[in-house]
DNA sequence: TTTAAATTGTCACAAATGTTACACTTAAAA
DNA sequence: TTTTAAGTGTAACATTTGTGACAATTTAAA
């Protein structure tokens, strides 16, 4: 693996800062710029210290625990985010697409560090935006600190819901809520799972032929009928009181 | 119980807003005030619209679901923030103490609900800032803007703290992370546990006779020994190595 | 002080989940 | 196409955890 090195480094290198002409199409596609208007993202991108910045497919752009000192966006490209336990085991945690930033909601605070080490999945490109700039940039205009902190919202919001969603104990609650979860938003009472089931399970923090079993169970139960990745609803009323004892 | 009439009512029934004279020694001591000078914080009271409001003991600062359309900060007093589930049962999931604010990740982003209804555990007193006066405030201070930033950070690592707590497995992992880490704050090997047993067992999510019988086997293998609230780390290297299986 | 409530410690048994293993199917790569 | 890897489905057995119950102890309230 190459080890990339650290962008704090090389952006004090630099002399000034650059001034990237780039498309105010894909600009406005970005979340934190969005609903500005073209010479406003113009005007804070010749006044502040953002830049552009390429990674190779499994360089490292972030390091778990690295103060993180500097807002990162994803132009193209995914990366995903990896913990490392003490025993050296890489355990992935999520993936990030363009054009989302990455460790937004730890950017501040006291103890503002990566939780996990970010790697590219494949070649990506960056917009690289020091914390300071970052402050001036919400303090300039109205509009990207609104966004900022609704993107900063969501990403919280996201966070509470998981851990909403850990506190069911059993895997049959699990499986309810992730069910009918899914049927809301297909609007069928006949669903198709998102991930793989060893995803799912890993996902749930269970053992795939637990999750396997769970599953045959709750069809012998009339709750619902599964056959690979589809799964039916038969009783809803019944399936929503599984998830409360 | 008493529902209090919904905050968002009362104040539009107000022709004009409240100015505020505070103790400077007051709000000094509030976060999201910290470090602003007093014409500063004069300066914000007078241009915006902050309230204080007083609510009694038992009685709902916020309904769960209910809009997140304000800021509350607390004064004085404290409050718990419980969830209701469709069979009717209040899951609390935690405590706020003054001069905290409260639900602050959830001010703004796409789905800005209250995720939590919130009870006065006790007589308190309140600041309450509407959303758009959060916003111009934000924009007219840089230091105000950081405080908010890092309040919000704080809590969303406390969040993404949990969450990784949560990943751990089995009881056993579960208490090793909580007392290495309660032992890396005090320093030492003796340490005495923040809530009580009862308590740990309901933030852990698991039965209270299952964490007795962990806490007991894990004597028995000679990691600790235990004694009502204390807890003496007797085989440290073993106890991390628990953690990892 | 007395009394009541909360906390702690323990047990036997039931239920849920993990582990390991194997066979089969499907999808991707050569 | 053939080959290989990934995904699915199931089973026996071990381990972990939950449940309900009870007694002893500590703390708070009257």
Same mark, same amino acid.
């Given at each position: 693996?190459?080890?990339?090195? @650290?962008?704090?480094?090389?952006? $004090?290198?630099?002399?000034?800062?650059?001034?990237?002409?780039? &498309?105010? !199409?894909?600009?406005?596609?970005i979340p934190l710029f969005n609903s500005l208007k073209e010479n406003e993202i113009i005007r804070i991108f010749s006044e502040l210290k953002i830049i552009e910045t390429k990674f190779r497919k499994d360089e490292l752009l972030a390091l778990q625990d690295e103060l993180c000192n500097r807002l990162i966006i994803l132009l193209s490209g995914s990366v995903k985010g990896e913990m490392i336990d003490p025993s050296g085991r890489l355990v992935k945690v999520e993936d990030i697409y363009a054009p989302n930033p990455l460790a937004i909601l730890f950017l501040f605070g006291r103890n503002n560090r990566f939780p996990v080490q970010v790697t590219a999945c494949e070649?990506? !490109?960056?917009?690289?935006? @020091?914390?300071?700039?970052?402050?001036?940039?919400?303090?300039?205009? +109205? !509009? =990207? =600190?609104?966004?900022?902190?609704?993107i900063s919202a969501d990403f919280a919001t996201r966070l509470s819901q998981k851990l909403h969603f850990?506190? #069911? $104990? !059993?895997?049959?609650?699990?499986?309810?809520v992730?069910?009918? &979860?899914?049927?809301?938003?297909?609007?069928?009472?006949?669903?198709?799972?998102?991930?793989?089931?060893?995803?799912?399970?890993?996902? #749930?923090?269970?053992? $795939? @032929?637990?999750?396997? $079993? +769970? =599953?045959?169970k709750m069809q012998q139960d009339g709750l619902i009928t599964t056959n690979k990745k589809k799964i039916e609803i038969k009783n809803k009323k019944e399936l929503i009181r599984q998830i409360y004892q």
């Open positions: 693996m190459v080890i990339n090195v @650290p962008v704090s480094v090389k952006y $004090r290198q630099l002399a000034h800062w650059h001034i990237i002409i780039m &498309d105010y !199409t894909v600009l406005s596609k070649d990506v !490109t960056t917009l690289i935006i @020091p914390k300071q700039s970052v402050l001036r940039m919400l303090g300039m205009n +109205e !509009t =990207l =600190l609104r966004n900022y902190l609704d850990m506190s #069911f $104990r !059993t895997i049959r609650q699990k499986l309810a992730y069910i009918l &979860d899914l049927s809301k938003i297909s609007q069928y009472n006949v669903i198709e799972l998102d991930k793989t089931k060893s995803a799912l399970a890993e996902y #749930f923090g269970v053992s $795939r @032929p637990s999750l396997e $079993r +769970e =599953l045959t």
